[in-house]
């Protein structure tokens, strides 16, 4: 049995760059176009002078199965609307095909086709429509709608009266009872409150949930993501990265989100007049990313520089898991209450963090230098990408049983290899 | 491809070059959206403005009798037996029908930019909705003509019956040059500010005010190549009664209105796939 639902081969779709002078807005007049028509004819002669290509997607491949629900991730200008209004039919590819075996319903935002001055009743049937769906079927499920939306009182008012809450969830009620068999989602959820987030949470699940659905969803929340989606792939410069269960792409994209290379100490911006900050290690490593064993059980952070001053100053780790949650924080100077003075000329600071024991996964680590009494000296809200490696896939992100804490290092006794590796 | 397959609508999505179909199967499936756009029009119309439905009527009616005050009594024109207003009234219900849907259709696309960016549907079903609307105001207009008709105790009698075939032309016509004017002015903004000067100038270049009869002899060849000649004696025949000199004019219209629509539907299909990179 064929369960194909979308299937996307070599899509690729090119805009060209008019290096215009005229144009203002993006769309050109008569003028434009007769005033330019003395260098097209000389550039007739010589082509694709003045344009430059831009492939918004390139070689993009992949199916979608009946009862799969496949999440999008990527940075912005990836190229991941392109593909939904590609999908969506709203944008014509440059190459390649799509394959589309049932009906599609697009939510590319919130209301499609809504208009202030009509009622709210009016609006469900006028959304309804331009979303695909049929009179009847709309009339069916009216009731249904306007109980989900929680608008009964005010159906026959019109939608410029009602409030952004009750706007919202009066659209996303309309396009949630779309029964197409294939349905494409472009950040629809980025509205509303809390409690309708979670409504509607819950409403995609049913969604997802009822048989034979194919959902394509775009989302910039890993938490959707991995709770909504079956599998996910990641698309970046146009191109397809990586394709397979959301989980494991996003932690693959989460490291490179970051464009984690290089060195750390390159990610400091500002630091306060008169200290300078010369290297940055940790885990023995001065590089932005750091792959460590899930039984490691502490990480050491070393910090060399020089002070014009005498200052007190003391390091500050936050750990983070990949949603940018806190996991613990380390504050020898908040823990014991002392914070040494250093005097003027080269200062290192360094420290074995003992962390939880985490199980595999996508971190990160935030490193400050502070004095609690009185100011930041300089702050790394991403310092370092912490790829913990291991075979286990328990739930959650720490293993039972494990503690944290901190310890000072003096001068030799730090190591590289505290139960960590080097990724090299 | 398996069986159960075969009852799924299927379409393959890619990149088209040059003419496309036209697709007319689609314009029908998707009839709902039509209906719905074109009502949301209407009922916007009405629901905006205090006096609603009178403008409507009111409209037509000062702008008939004004210029049936100047053009009639002060300039005198000919009207070919038949009372001047009527022949001034008839003109102007075929003339504001051909013009409003010029208008409403012509910058629709450009009106639904939102949409367009948002969801698919036809496009074409875009400016045929901005048409209906149109023809919704004509309806209503054509009650306050037979409101005068039946005043002045006019009755055309069987060329009644000409009356739906030279509607029909009219909108054809309307909905044709509304193809491509509504295609161009995606491009080209510049359509937007020429459409009334050329609405303007196209109800003085049509026998709206004046008869056939007052163009002399020797240009009546040119002046019937305007295809709204034909339109505006053909419902002025169905309204007041006419004679059989209607007939050639008309055809001439009702062909020009077919290529206008079929041209028009095939140069939008071919354009439309950059509407979505130019709105």
């Not at chain 1, 991941?80 to 935002?109: A, H, M, N, Q």
């Not at chain 1, 790829?387 to 992100?397: C, D, F, P, Q, S």
């Amino acid at each position: 049995m064929n369960d194909i639902a979308i299937s996307v081969k070599g899509l690729g779709k090119r805009y060209r760059l008019h290096h215009s002078e005229g144009a203002a807005g993006g769309y050109r007049t008569l003028r434009d176009e007769v005033m330019r028509l003395p260098s097209r004819l000389r550039n007739a002669m010589r082509p694709a002078a003045e344009v430059d290509d831009f492939w918004a997607l390139r070689d993009v491949s992949f199916d979608v199965k009946r009862g799969e629900v496949l999440g999008v991730i990527g940075r912005n200008g990836a190229g991941k609307s392109t593909l939904l209004k590609i999908l969506s039919r709203i944008v014509e590819p440059t190459e390649g095909t799509v394959d589309i075996y049932g009906r599609v319903g697009s939510l590319l935002e919130v209301g499609t086709g809504f208009h202030p001055e009509l009622t709210g009743r009016e609006n469900i049937f006028l959304s309804g429509a331009i979303l695909g769906m049929k009179r009847p079927e709309i009339r069916a499920r009216f009731d249904e709608i306007v109980a989900f939306a929680g608008v009964e009182l005010f159906v026959d008012e019109a939608v410029k009266h009602y409030s952004s809450g009750m706007y919202a969830r009066l659209a996303f009620a309309v396009a949630a009872h779309l029964e197409t068999e294939i349905l494409l989602i472009d950040e629809v959820l980025a509205v509303g409150d809390t409690e309708f987030k979670q409504r509607c949470g819950m409403k995609m699940r049913q969604l997802v949930g009822s048989e034979g659905r194919a959902i394509i969803l775009i989302s910039h929340e890993p938490a959707l993501i991995r709770s909504l989606c079956s599998r996910a792939i990641h698309v970046d410069k146009g191109r397809l990265q990586n394709d397979g269960l959301p989980d494991q792409v996003l932690t693959r994209y989460h490291l490179e989100r970051k464009s984690a290379s290089g060195l750390i100490v390159q990610g400091i911006k500002q630091v306060a007049d008169g200290i300078r900050i010369d290297s940055i290690k940790v885990g023995g490593s001065e590089e932005r990313r750091l792959v460590i064993a899930s039984d490691a059980e502490h990480i050491d952070v070393v910090l060399e520089g020089a002070i014009q001053r005498v200052v007190r100053m003391e390091l500050e780790v936050r750990l983070y898991d990949r949603d940018g949650n806190t996991l613990a924080f380390f504050s020898p100077g908040h823990d014991s209450g002392l914070v040494a003075v250093r005097n003027p000329g080269a200062f290192r600071l360094a420290h074995r963090i003992k962390i939880p024991r985490l199980l595999r996964g996508a971190y990160s680590l935030r490193i400050g230098v502070v004095d609690p009494n009185f100011t930041g000296w300089f702050d790394l809200p991403d310092a370092v990408q912490l790829e913990v490696e291991g075979a286990t896939t328990r739930l959650g992100m720490l293993s039972a049983g494990s503690h944290c804490g901190w310890m000072m290092l003096s001068g030799e006794e730090v190591s590289p290899t505290g139960g960590l590796e080097d990724p090299r | 491809m398996a069986q159960n397959d075969i009852q799924r609508p299927f379409v393959r999505i890619r990149p088209s070059r040059g003419w496309s179909a036209l697709r007319l199967g689609e314009l029908w499936e998707f009839r709902d959206v039509l209906v719905m756009l074109a009502l949301r029009d209407v009922k916007l119309r009405y629901k905006q403005t205090a006096l609603g439905i009178v403008w409507v009527i009111l409209q037509p009616l000062a702008a008939g009798l004004v210029l049936a005050l100047i053009f009639g009594r002060f300039a005198g024109m000919p009207s070919g037996g038949r009372p001047y207003v009527l022949f001034i009234f008839a003109g102007l219900l075929g003339w504001n029908l051909f013009a409003g849907i010029l208008q409403r259709a012509g910058n629709s696309l450009v009106a639904e930019a939102r949409l367009i960016t948002k969801v698919y549907f036809p496009r074409l079903l875009i400016p045929c909705a901005a048409a209906a609307a149109a023809l919704v105001d004509f309806l209503i207009s054509l009650v306050v003509m037979v409101g005068l008709l039946v005043w002045y105790g006019v009755w055309p009698g069987w060329w009644l019956l000409l009356l739906p075939v030279v509607v029909l032309i009219n909108v054809g016509l309307a909905v044709g040059i509304s193809f491509w004017i509504s295609a161009l002015n995606v491009r080209y903004r510049d359509f937007m500010y020429a459409l009334p000067f050329m609405i303007q100038m196209g109800l003085y270049a049509s026998p709206v005010v004046y008869g056939l009869e007052l163009v002399p002899e020797r240009w009546r060849a040119v002046f019937a190549l305007n295809p709204m000649a034909g339109v505006l004696e053909g419902l002025r025949s169905a309204l007041l009664g006419g004679t059989a000199e209607v007939f050639r004019p008309l055809a001439l219209a009702a062909v020009m209105a077919l290529i206008a629509l079929v041209s028009g539907a095939f140069f939008f299909r071919r354009v439309e796939r950059d509407f979505t990179d130019n709105l």
